[in-house]
């Protein structure tokens, strides 16, 4: 059983930080990559930012240079540090992550945390 656990959403005002993180636990051989998608009211889920097990990174359009992802492989953890926030940010933002454990390679995802940016 693999479970992947977030913290650190919230509210925060225009301009500022939050650092979200995700650590995967449970039965797992390797992790190929781990990411961040974003979930906004009446909007489709979309890719914020992925990370490689070698470290490659790419993000969305929106949050490159804002947004930082980073990972911990030996903790299992993925992180993203957004920084100069804007309302548009605003969403429930899950965790993904890409697993090979005894079942084969599988998808997983986080529970979300809602992050709202507002004055």
């Known amino acids: 059983q693999v479970q992947l656990v977030e913290s650190g959403g919230g509210l925060v005002q225009p301009g500022g930080s939050l650092r979200l993180s995700c650590e995967a636990s449970g039965s797992i051989f390797s992790i190929k990559f781990m990411g961040w998608f974003r979930q906004a009211p009446g909007k489709q889920r979309e890719l914020v930012a992925r990370?490689?097990?070698?470290?490659?990174?790419n993000y969305a359009d929106s949050v490159e240079g804002r947004f930082t992802i980073s990972r911990d492989n030996a903790k299992n953890t993925v992180y993203l540090q957004m920084d100069s926030l804007k309302p548009e940010d605003t969403a429930v933002y899950y965790c993904?992550?890409?697993?090979?454990?005894?079942?084969?390679?599988?998808?997983?995802w986080g529970q979300g945390t809602q992050v709202t940016v507002s004055s």
């Open positions: 990370i490689t097990s070698d470290g490659s990174t």
């Open positions: 993904n992550a890409f697993i090979w454990t005894a079942r084969g390679w599988g998808d997983y």
